[in-house]
């Protein structure tokens, strides 16, 4: 059994270290493109996907039920890869195809006609489960790859885990903007309107905005200044100052949501979540982001969250899409004694 993963290029390494630790027999065949590689799965994809094991740097993958190496026309493969693919019930929910590499765009709109025509509903901004290609152009052969499965078991709703937003509306304060609005889709973040949240390392002010828009009042603390367009906000408090400084200030308040997007080692930004941990109201949540210095991988992210686990629970940990040299913690206050 064969599945394709998909992980940051940089991370590609260590995406297959993990999943070697989860079952050292697991071996890499192929690198289909930058962070894309075909693996050999041992012990099947079924048991894979009812382990899930906590995956940091697997941003998504699906299992290859059927391939065809240098096929000429779709009309000799289109049926046949239908009868291969392990397909869903008809009422398990819409579908999309999804296809990477050298895309060919009439295979897909067969594809998407064939199911169609078999009583599927196409829904590509939501599916439930995904046709997934992926066309690899070799030097010497050409292979399409294929497999259906649930964006649950994919890791993600996207296409290669490829989360993209549209720059275009006019509030859009900076590219870190994303990493959160990532994260609240991928770890199915609860922002209740009206909830108090703390922005530690807020500037120019992109996390602050996406609470904002959430209903949240902020308190964004940073030594730098916000955009200007946040100015004014009537539920945004900031304050110039680092976070250190911040707690020893305010050491009374409290706050439903803590986030921490601050540009410092991995070490460091640990230190001042676990004093933050005070500052969590009961039950209360906080996401943090974990810089990676150069050589920095699994291992130092293991030992943060051992750190991070004297005081929070941790929920997940992901290298999302629009994660650079970092990856993003999920986490909530331990429950009371
Ligand atoms: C990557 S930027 C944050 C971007 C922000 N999340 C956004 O969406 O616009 C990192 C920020 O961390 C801040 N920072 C670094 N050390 C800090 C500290 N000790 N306390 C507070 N902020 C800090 C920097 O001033 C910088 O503005």
Not at 87 to 115: H, K, M, Y
Not at 174 to 187: C, P
Request: glycine share 6%; hydrophobic share 40%.
């Amino acid at each position: 059994m064969y599945i394709i993963i998909t992980a940051r290029p940089e991370s590609a390494a260590f995406a297959v270290s993990e999943l070697q630790k989860y079952d050292a027999s697991i071996r890499p065949v192929k690198d289909l493109q930058a962070g894309v590689k075909l693996v050999y799965l041992p012990g099947g994809y079924e048991k894979l996907i009812a382990d899930m094991p906590p995956f940091i740097f697997v941003r998504h993958m699906f299992p290859v039920q059927w391939y065809s190496v240098n096929a000429v026309t779709s009309e000799q493969f289109v049926p046949k890869l239908l009868e291969e693919v392990k397909l869903p019930e008809i009422n398990d929910g819409n579908f999309s195809v999804q296809a990477r590499g050298a895309v060919c765009v009439t295979t897909i709109n067969e594809l998407e006609n064939a199911l169609k025509q078999k009583g599927f509903k196409q829904n590509d901004k939501h599916p439930d489960w995904v046709l997934s290609l992926f066309f690899y152009e070799g030097k010497t052969e050409h292979t399409l790859y294929a497999g259906a499965s649930s964006v649950k078991d994919n890791r993600s709703a996207w296409n290669g885990g490829a989360r993209r937003y549209s720059k275009s509306d006019e509030g859009f304060i900076s590219r870190a903007e994303f990493k959160l609005m990532e994260a609240v889709e991928i770890f199915q973040i609860k922002i209740p309107a009206d909830s108090s949240a703390l922005d530690l390392g807020a500037a120019p002010g992109g996390w602050s905005k996406v609470l904002l828009d959430a209903g949240c009042r902020v308190t964004a603390v940073d030594p730098g200044a916000l955009d200007a367009r946040l100015s004014g906000h009537p539920n945004l408090s900031y304050v110039c100052a680092t976070a250190q400084r911040f707690f020893e200030a305010n050491p009374h308040k409290k706050f439903d949501l803590i986030v921490n997007d601050m540009k410092m080692g991995m070490f460091d930004s640990v230190r001042i979540m676990l004093d933050a941990a005070r500052f969590l109201s009961p039950g209360g949540a906080a996401v943090m982001t974990l810089k990676l210095a150069k050589g920095q991988g699994p291992g130092k992210i293991n030992e943060a969250l051992v750190l991070l686990r004297q005081k929070y629970r941790v929920t997940d940990t992901r290298q999302l899409f629009h994660n650079r040299d970092e990856v993003t913690v999920y986490l909530f206050s331990q429950p009371a004694l």
